[in-house]
């Protein structure tokens, strides 16, 4: 069975930097390309960044970009995602997904065949 687990979320103030991570299990992790999104309260769902399988190419979305840097170490089975220079528009659930393939990033959820459980970050003074 794939487990998906998102950590590192939490409180965050205005400019503030915070690390994302979500561990697999169940699944030869290096074999998948992975991307992360977002549904902040009362909103759809975001997708916010992905990465191929061997980390040579990621992709973000418009509202993070040169923000928000994504990378994985195959080698734990883990994914991440640094987010800097947050505002209030990053409030939200943040989720890890996993793709079908090593080349083809996810970015809508019908491109991911399974998810984390979430983790939530908040920002505010």
């Known amino acids: 069975e794939v487990q998906l687990v998102e950590s590192g979320g939490g409180l965050v103030q205005p400019g503030g930097s915070l690390r994302l991570s979500c561990g697999a299990s169940?699944?030869?992790?290096?074999?998948?390309?992975m991307s992360w999104f977002r549904q902040a309260p009362g909103k759809g769902l975001e997708w916010v960044s992905g990465i191929t399988a061997s980390g040579s190419r990621t992709a973000y979305g418009d509202s993070v970009k040169d923000r928000f840097t994504i990378t994985r170490d195959n080698t734990k089975d883990t994914l991440y995602l640094h987010l800097n220079s947050v505002t209030s528009e990053d409030t939200a659930m943040y989720y890890c997904?996993?793709?079908?393939?090593?080349?083809?990033?996810?970015?809508?959820?019908?491109?991911?065949?399974?998810w984390g459980q979430g983790t939530q970050v908040t920002v505010s003074s």
């Open positions: 169940g699944v030869i992790f290096k074999l998948y390309a």
């Open positions: 997904a996993r793709g079908r393939s090593a080349g083809i990033i996810p970015r809508m959820t019908s491109q991911a065949d399974s």
